[in-house]
């Protein structure tokens, strides 16, 4: 059975930092390109970022370029996102899904908000 358990989440101000973290197991994670994905409560999905097996090669959505950091332990069978200067927009549920451009496995997420 596919899992995929994010946490992380939590309160943190603005120009703040947090780091996500999704534990993987079902499935051979080291093969399998991931994802995360957030939503704003209340409104539709956002794709914020994604890394190919072996953590080559990642890409990130405008709003976070240059903020959020994806990376993977492979050894762990754990995705992270680092995200650094936070801003209130940032606030939503954060999921980590299995797969890059067609995602077939979602977490329950983890909720950030960014507030003072």
């Known amino acids: 059975e596919v899992q995929l358990v994010e946490s992380g989440g939590g309160l943190v101000q603005p120009g703040g930092s947090l780091r996500l973290s999704c534990a993987a197991s079902g499935f051979t994670f080291s093969r399998s390109p991931m994802s995360w994905v957030r939503q704003v409560p209340g409104k539709g999905l956002e794709w914020v970022s994604g890394?190919?097996?072996?953590?080559?090669?990642?890409s990130y959505a405008d709003s976070v370029k240059d903020r959020f950091a994806i990376s993977r332990d492979d050894a762990k069978n754990t995705l992270y996102l680092q995200m650094n200067s936070l801003k209130p927009e940032d606030t939503a549920v954060y999921y980590c899904a299995k797969g890059r451009y067609g995602m077939d496995y979602w977490g329950k997420g983890t909720l950030v908000t960014v507030s003072s």
């Open positions: 890394i190919n097996s072996g953590g080559g090669s990642t």
